[in-house]
């Protein structure tokens, strides 16, 4: 830390981390080396699999594979260095990975509540405007409904960044947590806040609570549509839907949680924390996989193909 004029400049900040715990820390760490030495292969081969097999070729593949690729991106923020931590005695973090880990946590999960929302899109237009399907959602479009994710994800990564690198600390430098989130930060601040707060809380609950009600509100209307259907159709698509609204809460839930109220203490935070960046992001692809027997036959085509070629 560096004296500066009359207030001190944080250069670094210390993680209190998930547990003080030895023992603990090393089983915490064995748990998630073991769930992303199969869950994180699994969505590369959700990639791989839609990528070379040219029947799953339609947009539910193509934004299904964005969002494993997303995910994947999502998890590469926080629980490398969260890892690193459990076998550290004093865990810290710079300045600039700070900012860094905070812009790309919100930049990315951003992207992926907008994608989630492409994804609606994508089920509407097949189930209520079926004729009109190939000309609404076609690969150019799909190209840019993936692109306006990833620009809408960094205009709000960019905005939080910009509200927290403003933020005037002043010393403390200790952060509860496992990684470094604008709450955290807000805490440390020698500043009033009530401004910054309000700005962060509008970019981050608003967004969040009109993705949720736009995902349930299209969902709904889908499911109503689904009346109208065949026996058939209504298994196939039902099933599309209900792993769709299962990943909506799955990740909105959580994030509502911790951002959803201004800038108050919330119980668990850590835990709920935990299971937003780390756990659920890897199975949101898994959910829709495990529902899709197309995809679930292209993966045991190409993993035995593998199979036979290595065995050769």
Known sequence: EMEHENYTVVTEFVLLGLSQNHEVQMILFFFFLLFYTIILPGNVLIIVTIQGDSQLGSPMYFFLANLAFLDICYCSVTPPKMLADLFSHRKTISYGACMAQLFFLHFLGAAEAFLLLVMA???????????????????????????????????HGIILFALSIHLPLCGPNILDNFFCDVHQLVKLACANTYIVELLMFLNNGIVLVVCFTLL??????????????????????????????????VMCGPAMYIYGLPFQDVPMEKVVALFHTVIFPLTNPMIYTLRNKEIKRSMWKLVSKYILRCGK
């Open 216 to 249: 349930l509100i299209s969902y709904t209307v889908l499911l109503l549509k689904l009346q109208t259907q065949s026996s058939e159709a209504k298994n196939k698509v039902a099933s599309t839907c209900v792993s769709h609204i299962i990943v909506v809460f």
């Open 121 to 155: 899109y994508d089920r509407y237009v097949a189930i209520c405007k079926p004729l009109h399907y190939t000309r609404l959602v076609n690969r150019g479009i799909c190209c840019v409904l993936v692109g306006a994710t990833w620009g809408g994800g960094f205009i």
